[in-house]
């Protein structure tokens, strides 16, 4: 074991200037909006879902999208708080409300559907495409916030890692609502919540693991 | 710590000699072991060096290195918790026979045994065999003092452990 006056003169001999991180409120933004112009460049391959102009009148219909797109921007927000070690871990909590709202949208479109279309109204077929596009927008999306909050893996890793992974989840399905024509049905209560909860998962996985991994 | 962030070698020794003594008291709080309490300020002091870019210097410099220390010392216990859990302390009776010089001179012999095997291996299995398990050295460093290359140390020193392994186990029972 070498010495701390030891380790202390080889930390000192290998300091060279370092970039410091900007705002956190900065680098959420920036965030975000690299997250839309990947969705928009994958809504833009794919074609809007025909129905939109008709859908958008929908008054649940847009408090999810708006509530799911809130929910990951306020997410991110909460992230790149939550990975600077002076910060409260509090922020956390930030996306809380309207993950709530988006959630109970969901909900509630799926039980008038289910009501309406009776339990034959589940197509699972139709939700492969979805899966890519889910696949698609989202892994650009966790690979660059992974890298930009990889420094949260000595402090908070786990805190981090989960709202980072709510972030992304809330970003690319409030996407996906507008380019998929699935909705109310229960697949779409799998996808969203099915998509929050294993982005989460991962993200708690990489919370142990991977942002941990070099030390 | 922002004159470090610039590069200010003199400022960031400063800085990191004049933290030690808190950090120090500060590990005490959680560990009780003296090697153990070192172990854990060298590892605040190395994540300080990771993310010292995390920090902003608009703020105060106190609450950003407190986080940090109890957080990598809350980890430590924990691992630390988790670890004892798993293991068992070695006992007396974990021992095949209760006196320590009997368990060593048996071990030695075997160690003899070993080394006169080695011996007899053909020159290159040896040479491996030597560099990397007895002198244990990488395989690069195996590689540069031996001549041969890595791939065929690698070969060597496999063979040789399987030659050592046929050898040695018949004789086990």
Same mark, same amino acid.
């Given at each position: 074991?070498?010495?701390?006056?030891?380790?202390?003169?080889?930390?000192?001999?290998?300091?060279?200037?370092?970039?410091?991180?900007?705002?956190?409120?900065?680098?959420?933004?920036?965030?975000?909006?690299?997250?839309?112009?990947?969705?928009?460049?994958?809504?833009?391959?794919?074609?809007?879902?025909?129905?939109?102009?008709?859908?958008?009148?929908?008054?649940?219909?847009?408090?999810?999208?708006?509530?799911?797109?809130?929910?990951?921007?306020?997410?991110?927000?909460?992230?790149?708080?939550?990975?600077?070690?002076?910060?409260?871990?509090?922020?956390?909590?930030?996306?809380?409300?309207?993950?709530?709202?988006?959630?109970?949208?969901?909900?509630?479109?799926?039980?008038?559907?289910?009501?309406?279309?009776?339990?034959?109204?589940?197509?699972?077929?139709?939700?492969?495409?979805?899966?890519?596009?889910?696949?698609?927008?989202?892994?650009?999306?966790?690979?660059?916030?992974?890298?930009?909050?990889?420094?949260?893996?000595?402090?908070?890793?786990?805190?981090?890692?989960?709202?980072?992974?709510?972030?992304?989840?809330?970003?690319?399905?409030?996407?996906?609502?507008?380019?998929?024509?699935?909705?109310?049905?229960?697949?779409?209560?799998?996808?969203?919540?099915?998509?929050?909860?294993?982005?989460?998962?991962?993200?708690?996985?990489?919370?142990?693991?991977?942002?941990?991994?070099?030390? | 710590?922002?004159?470090?962030?610039?590069?200010?070698?003199?400022?960031?020794?400063?800085?990191?000699?004049?933290?030690?003594?808190?950090?120090?008291?500060?590990?005490?709080?959680?560990?009780?072991?003296?090697?153990?309490?070192?172990?854990?300020?060298?590892?605040?002091?190395?994540?300080?060096? $990771?993310? +010292?870019?995390?920090?902003?210097?608009?703020?105060?410099?106190?609450?950003? &290195?407190?986080?940090? !220390? #109890?957080?990598?010392?809350?980890?430590?216990?924990?691992?630390?918790?988790?670890?004892?859990?798993?293991?068992?302390?070695?006992?007396?009776?974990?021992?095949?026979?209760?006196?320590?010089?009997?368990?060593?001179?048996e071990?030695?012999a075997d160690g003899r045994r070993l080394?006169d095997m080695?011996?007899?291996?053909?020159? $290159?299995? +040896?040479?491996?065999?030597?560099?990397?398990?007895?002198?244990?050295?990488? &395989?690069?460093?195996? !590689? #540069?003092?031996?001549?041969?290359?890595?791939?065929?140390?690698?070969?060597?020193?496999?063979?040789?452990?399987?030659?050592l392994r046929a050898k040695f186990v018949p004789h086990e029972d």
């Open positions: 074991m070498t010495g701390t006056p030891d380790l202390i003169r080889q930390l000192t001999a290998e300091a060279e200037a370092v970039r410091r991180l900007r705002p956190p409120l900065v680098r959420a933004g920036l965030w975000v909006i690299i997250g839309a112009v990947i969705l928009t460049a994958v809504a833009t391959a794919i074609g809007l879902r025909p129905d939109l102009g008709l859908k958008l009148r929908d008054p649940v219909f847009v408090i999810e999208i708006a509530s799911a797109a809130l929910t990951g921007i306020t997410a991110a927000i909460a992230a790149f708080h939550v990975s600077i070690p002076d910060r409260s871990a509090r922020w956390a909590l930030l996306p809380l409300p309207t993950l709530l709202v988006w959630l109970s949208t969901v909900g509630y479109g799926c039980l008038t559907n289910w009501v309406a279309l009776g339990p034959g109204g589940t197509v699972p077929g139709l939700s492969i495409p979805c899966l890519e596009t889910i696949a698609l927008g989202s892994t650009p999306l966790a690979v660059i916030l992974y890298f930009m909050l990889r420094h949260a893996r000595f402090v908070r890793p786990l805190a981090t890692a989960s709202v980072a992974a709510v972030a992304v989840a809330g970003l690319t399905v409030s996407a996906l609502r507008l380019f998929h024509e699935l909705d109310a049905t229960v697949m779409v209560l799998i996808w969203n919540v099915g998509a929050g909860a294993v982005m989460t998962l991962v993200g708690a996985m990489f919370g142990r693991r991977g942002f941990l991994l070099p030390r | 710590m922002a004159r470090a962030q610039d590069g200010d070698r003199q400022a960031y020794s400063t800085l990191l000699e004049e933290i030690v003594p808190y950090l120090r008291r500060l590990a005490r709080r959680w560990l009780r072991d003296a090697d153990e309490v070192e172990d854990a300020v060298q590892d605040i002091l190395l994540v300080i060096h $990771a993310i +010292r870019h995390t920090y902003d210097p608009g703020r105060p410099f106190g609450p950003w &290195l407190l986080t940090i !220390a #109890r957080r990598r010392l809350s980890d430590r216990v924990r691992r630390h918790i988790s670890r004892s859990a798993r293991e068992e302390p070695l006992k007396p009776e974990h021992e095949t026979l209760s006196t320590v010089p009997t368990n060593l001179a071990e030695r080394h080695i011996e007899v291996l053909p020159p $290159a299995q +040896r040479l491996a065999i030597k560099l990397l398990k007895l002198r244990e050295m990488s &395989l690069k460093e195996a !590689a #540069r003092e031996s001549g041969m290359s890595v791939a065929a140390l690698k070969t060597a020193g496999h063979r040789a452990l399987k030659t």
